[in-house]
């Protein structure tokens, strides 16, 4: 099958893409990731749809896993039993191998996890459908299950199927009716949540967190076993990291006044509610995250209250390292739907009011999605520099690169103040897309003649970064030079793939390998020749380079790796690969070039949020 995982049996779940109901003719929810906003116009029923997933009865749910995925299963099993070697079923008497065929077409879409699509599979194969045994169905399954373990390539799949029940899991609603200021002794938010939305389910089943008991499970984590303390260390210590620029955080409540202070350093302590509204609104969102002991689904609704745009791109960077956890959120924020575009693991389900109801289905329309939540020019909030970059992959890349300088510093203090600054409000990358960089003039001119748009009107604190190859073309190198000066940074190679280290780089072109077509009788083997030395030019793209070293069948005229230019084919493809390997293994590092760069740019943000 298409996926494989190296499965160490932690629930990751972004593996998981649809969302089923026992007896359903159609998916409850399909394309999901590990998180999935809900988006829509005003009065849509967002909040309806994630309140009703909430109260609903897990234990007729099922996860379809994009590992084993039921109708990609269906598509392969169709396949087995249409070819020679179709021998496994050959033995049971009682089926029919046409009847089953049939089976598998006309249900190919409709919605089961992995026992029931089995049992499924041997009704609709019977010679004699009302005529069933145990013993017979139980051989089925065993033979149906070794089938399926050879297409998908997964041993462990028991293990799997197990693992992924929604049974499994718990469940927490954080609704709009939060904060961490302490109005009463009782949970009037939660109270009031309860009454009006889940007042028919059982209460014990049915956490809803509004900070408000963030006082009383703070000290219940303070006081007890030594796991729950050292959840409450890791919190701190991500706090510190991410919010307090690395100075030592201690969070305490205060036993005579009930409410949670923070210590910062050598400050004195303070009540929580003295912190900013954006970090408060972090805390709040985050440490039931840290704290939980078990898969979860959080079920957040408009989480970008209070929070700049940089502070909701790290609050998704949180929720992302979370592997283990789920969020379903609603949401008016096109930042959130910005960052849709860079990553694979947000979905989006758009809400619609059709005849009175609401609609819910997965959405890859950006356009539509931003008329709906009414975003204007004026919606975009400026950070306090600008990276200019050339295209998606390159501030992909960048970003990547970036933390790895941090991880890369010696300077412990320094790590910790480079990890303070946040994309979207210290800093944002803006893709100028290549050749339309001649539409606008960097100049620090008020006045110009019209036919250029000035782009220190954006944002003043610009720092330029340019492909080699530009130098090909006119004088852009020098207009762009007397336009920055020291604000302008021409790579040394064609473009920002060449810098891509050798190893990644291989790897990704062998991994992008194995999703190509028409590869009969073609190879890589010549990919272990490959010097590194290849991919560092100034005018020789690396698809050129991958290209000529792929041995091809006879007559075959296509290109796996290359365009035209002889840059990459499917660039953001190969980005998206390249950067999971690179977040997959720590044995990566950074080449002296690269250091350099991500120096520049680190130095370039810092001088501009002194």
Same mark, same amino acid.
């Given at each position: 099958m298409k996926f494989k995982v190296d499965l160490d049996m932690e629930v990751r779940a972004n593996l998981i893409s649809n969302i089923g109901k026992i007896a359903e003719e159609s998916w409850l929810l399909e394309g999901v990731r590990q998180m999935t906003f809900f988006i829509g116009p005003n009065n849509s029923g967002k909040s309806r749809e994630l309140r009703s997933l909430f109260k609903d009865n897990y234990s007729n749910w099922f996860f379809d896993l994009e590992i084993?995925?039921?109708?990609?299963?269906?598509?392969?099993?169709?396949?087995?039993?249409?070819?020679?070697?179709?021998?496994?079923?050959?033995?049971?008497?009682?089926?029919?191998?046409?009847?089953?065929?049939?089976?598998?077409?006309?249900?190919?879409?409709?919605?089961?996890?992995?026992?029931?699509?089995?049992?499924?599979?041997?009704?609709?194969?019977?010679?004699?459908?009302?005529?069933?045994?145990?013993?017979?169905?139980?051989?089925?399954?065993?033979?149906?299950?070794?089938?399926?373990?050879?297409i998908s390539n997964e041993e462990q799949i028991d293990d799997l199927i197990s693992l992924y029940k929604p049974l499994n899991w718990s469940k927490i609603y954080i609704p709009t009716l939060r904060g961490l200021r302490h109005v009463?002794?009782?949970?009037?938010?939660?109270?009031?949540?309860?009454?009006?939305?889940?007042?028919?389910?059982?209460?014990?089943?049915?956490?809803?967190?509004?900070?408000?008991?963030?006082?009383?499970?703070?000290?219940?984590?303070?006081?007890?076993?030594?796991?729950?303390?050292?959840?409450?260390?890791?919190?701190?210590?991500?706090?510190?990291?991410?919010?307090?620029?690395?100075?030592?955080?201690?969070?305490?409540?205060?036993?005579?006044?009930?409410?949670?202070?923070?210590?910062e350093g050598e400050d004195e302590d303070r009540p929580i509610y003295d912190l900013g509204d954006g970090i408060q609104s972090i805390i709040l969102l985050t440490y039931k995250v840290f704290m939980a002991e078990k898969p979860t689904m959080f079920f957040i609704e408009e989480p970008e209250h209070f929070l700049h745009a940089g502070l909701q791109r790290t609050l998704i960077e949180t929720f992302a390292k979370h592997k283990e956890h789920m969020?379903?959120?609603?949401t008016h924020s096109n930042h959130f739907l910005d960052l849709v575009q860079e990553r694979d693991d947000i979905s989006i389900q758009q809400v619609s009011r059709v005849n009175g109801e609401s609609r819910v289905r997965a959405s890859l329309d950006y356009g539509e999605l931003l008329n709906e939540l009414g975003v204007r020019a004026s919606s975009v909030l400026l950070a306090n520099c600008s990276i200019w970059v050339e295209g998606v992959t390159d501030k992909l890349y960048l970003r990547a690169y970036l933390n790895k300088y941090i991880e890369e510093l010696e300077d412990e203090d320094k790590k910790s103040k480079l990890k303070s600054y946040h994309e979207n409000l210290h800093f944002v990358f803006t893709e100028y897309?290549?050749? *339309?960089?001649?539409?606008? =003039?960097?100049?620090? &001119?008020?006045?110009?003649?019209?036919? @250029? #748009?000035?782009?220190? !009107?954006?944002?003043?604190?610009?720092?330029?970064?340019?492909?080699?190859?530009?130098?090909?073309?006119?004088?852009?190198?020098?207009?762009?030079?007397?336009?920055?000066?020291?604000?302008?940074?021409?790579?040394?190679?064609?473009?920002?793939? *060449?810098?891509?280290?050798? =190893?990644?780089?291989? &790897?990704?072109?062998?991994?992008?390998? @194995? #999703?190509?077509?028409? !590869?009969?009788?073609?190879?890589i083997n010549k990919f272990s020749n490959i010097k590194e030395s290849s991919f560092r030019k100034r005018n020789v793209g690396i698809g050129k380079v991958l290209e000529r070293n792929v041995v091809k069948a006879e007559g075959l005229e296509r290109n796996f790796y290359s365009d035209k230019s002889g840059t990459i084919k499917d660039k953001v493809k190969f980005c998206h690969t390249a950067i999971s390997l690179m977040n997959e293994s720590d044995d990566w590092k950074l080449t002296p070039e690269l250091t350099l760069l991500c120096k520049r740019v680190w130095d370039f943000i810092e001088s501009h949020n002194q």
């Amino acid at each position: 099958m298409k996926f494989k995982v190296d499965l160490d049996m932690e629930v990751r779940a972004n593996l998981i893409s649809n969302i089923g109901k026992i007896a359903e003719e159609s998916w409850l929810l399909e394309g999901v990731r590990q998180m999935t906003f809900f988006i829509g116009p005003n009065n849509s029923g967002k909040s309806r749809e994630l309140r009703s997933l909430f109260k609903d009865n897990y234990s007729n749910w099922f996860f379809d896993l994009e590992i084993l995925s039921i109708s990609e299963l269906s598509k392969q099993i169709l396949q087995y039993l249409g070819s020679s070697n179709s021998t496994d079923f050959d033995r049971f008497g009682f089926m029919n191998k046409g009847r089953l065929s049939n089976f598998l077409k006309e249900n190919i879409r409709k919605p089961n996890d992995i026992s029931g699509f089995i049992a499924d599979c041997y009704k609709g194969s019977l010679y004699m459908p009302s005529r069933t045994s145990g013993s017979e169905e139980n051989a089925f399954y065993i033979a149906m299950l070794g089938l399926i373990r050879n297409i998908s390539n997964e041993e462990q799949i028991d293990d799997l199927i197990s693992l992924y029940k929604p049974l499994n899991w718990s469940k927490i609603y954080i609704p709009t009716l939060r904060g961490l200021r302490h109005v009463a002794e009782l949970d009037i938010f939660e109270q009031r949540t309860k009454l009006d939305y889940f007042s028919n389910i059982n209460q014990n089943e049915c956490e809803v967190f509004t900070g408000h008991n963030l006082y009383k499970d703070l000290t219940e984590h303070l006081l007890g076993s030594f796991e729950k303390r050292q959840k409450v260390r890791e919190y701190e210590s991500y706090l510190s990291e991410n919010f307090f620029f690395g100075r030592d955080i201690s969070l305490v409540p205060m036993l005579d006044k009930h409410v949670v202070y923070v210590k910062e350093g050598e400050d004195e302590d303070r009540p929580i509610y003295d912190l900013g509204d954006g970090i408060q609104s972090i805390i709040l969102l985050t440490y039931k995250v840290f704290m939980a002991e078990k898969p979860t689904m959080f079920f957040i609704e408009e989480p970008e209250h209070f929070l700049h745009a940089g502070l909701q791109r790290t609050l998704i960077e949180t929720f992302a390292k979370h592997k283990e956890h789920m969020f379903f959120m609603t949401t008016h924020s096109n930042h959130f739907l910005d960052l849709v575009q860079e990553r694979d693991d947000i979905s989006i389900q758009q809400v619609s009011r059709v005849n009175g109801e609401s609609r819910v289905r997965a959405s890859l329309d950006y356009g539509e999605l931003l008329n709906e939540l009414g975003v204007r020019a004026s919606s975009v909030l400026l950070a306090n520099c600008s990276i200019w970059v050339e295209g998606v992959t390159d501030k992909l890349y960048l970003r990547a690169y970036l933390n790895k300088y941090i991880e890369e510093l010696e300077d412990e203090d320094k790590k910790s103040k480079l990890k303070s600054y946040h994309e979207n409000l210290h800093f944002v990358f803006t893709e100028y897309q290549g050749s *339309n960089i001649t539409h606008w =003039d960097f100049s620090d &001119d008020v006045e110009n003649d019209g036919s @250029e #748009t000035p782009a220190k !009107r954006l944002n003043r604190n610009i720092l330029l970064i340019a492909d080699a190859d530009i130098e090909g073309k006119g004088e852009r190198v020098e207009s762009l030079r007397e336009a920055l000066g020291e604000a302008f940074y021409l790579l040394e190679y064609k473009e920002i793939e *060449n810098f891509i280290p050798f =190893d990644i780089l291989v &790897d990704t072109a062998k991994a992008r390998w @194995e #999703t190509f077509k028409q !590869r009969a009788d073609c190879n890589i083997n010549k990919f272990s020749n490959i010097k590194e030395s290849s991919f560092r030019k100034r005018n020789v793209g690396i698809g050129k380079v991958l290209e000529r070293n792929v041995v091809k069948a006879e007559g075959l005229e296509r290109n796996f790796y290359s365009d035209k230019s002889g840059t990459i084919k499917d660039k953001v493809k190969f980005c998206h690969t390249a950067i999971s390997l690179m977040n997959e293994s720590d044995d990566w590092k950074l080449t002296p070039e690269l250091t350099l760069l991500c120096k520049r740019v680190w130095d370039f943000i810092e001088s501009h949020n002194q």
